[in-house]
């Protein structure tokens, strides 16, 4: 079946927050972002994908100095779920959604972080540096992304699953000052880890 992203997520973000399942992984991969991003200071947020909104309320929660987030996805389901999600969070009146693919978005204004979680891994081959690319455009300080990330690329990955060389993109775009790459696991014991076989991508622009 041959994938077309736009008609994939409108249709999956019908039940995605029905079918979600959260385990020990997102919870890996949240507790390590958190960490990460410690080390950063932020005013304002654009999230692109926010789908149902786990990572909305994440950041909210903890990051109350966060005076301006901006939220978006394609799917207007996803996006009537991330309202619900942040209900009750102190600082929820700052939260501002949108219906809109990324492709299509315009914001009016620059945000410190531009932040994407499991979305870029799910654009085409064909678009993602130009994707990446508007990103970058809509930041002011820095640009992250979390995606499946692995050395040896799987023969057999789902269709709608790409990893993307996102480093030498980044480092492609002459605003980009620093990327870095954090990638999610977790030793266990003297030989197994948790491997969730995702990374951070975390790109500092230039002043
Ligand atoms: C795997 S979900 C991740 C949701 C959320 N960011 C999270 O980490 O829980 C991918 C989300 O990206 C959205 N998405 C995929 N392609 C997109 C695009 N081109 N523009 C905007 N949203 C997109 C989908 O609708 C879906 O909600």
Redesign the pocket.
């Known amino acids: 079946m041959s994938y077309i992203?736009?008609e994939y997520?409108?249709q999956?973000?019908k039940d995605?927050k029905k079918n979600?399942k959260y385990d020990h992984k997102?919870e890996l991969q949240e507790q390590i972002l958190i960490e990460y991003l410690k080390k950063y200071s932020f005013d304002s947020v654009l999230?692109?994908?926010?789908?149902?909104?786990?990572?909305t309320k994440l950041l909210l929660t903890n990051f109350p100095e966060i005076k301006e987030y901006f939220a978006?996805?394609?799917?207007s389901h996803?996006v009537e779920n991330a309202k619900i999600n942040i209900n009750g969070i102190e600082n929820n009146a700052i939260v501002q959604f949108a219906v809109?693919?990324?492709?299509s978005?315009q914001p009016t204004k620059k945000y410190d972080l531009v932040i994407?979680?499991?979305?870029l891994?799910?654009?085409l081959p064909s678009?993602i540096q130009q994707?990446i690319q508007k990103l970058v455009s809509f930041s002011t300080k820095y640009v992250c992304n979390?995606d499946w990330f692995e050395e040896k690329i799987p023969k057999n990955a789902e269709s709608f699953n790409f990893i993307h060389q996102y480093e030498k993109i980044y480092n492609d775009i002459s605003s980009i000052k620093k990327v870095y790459r954090i990638p999610v696991f977790k030793k266990k014991g003297f030989l197994s880890k948790v491997d969730v076989k995702q990374s951070i991508f975390f790109s500092e622009l230039r002043d």
Do not use: K
């Open positions: 992203p736009n997520w409108t999956r973000g995605y979600f997102f999230e692109v994908g926010c789908g149902f909104g786990r990572i978006f996805d394609l799917s996803q809109s693919d990324i492709q978005f994407a979680s499991e979305v891994m799910h654009v678009e994707v979390i």
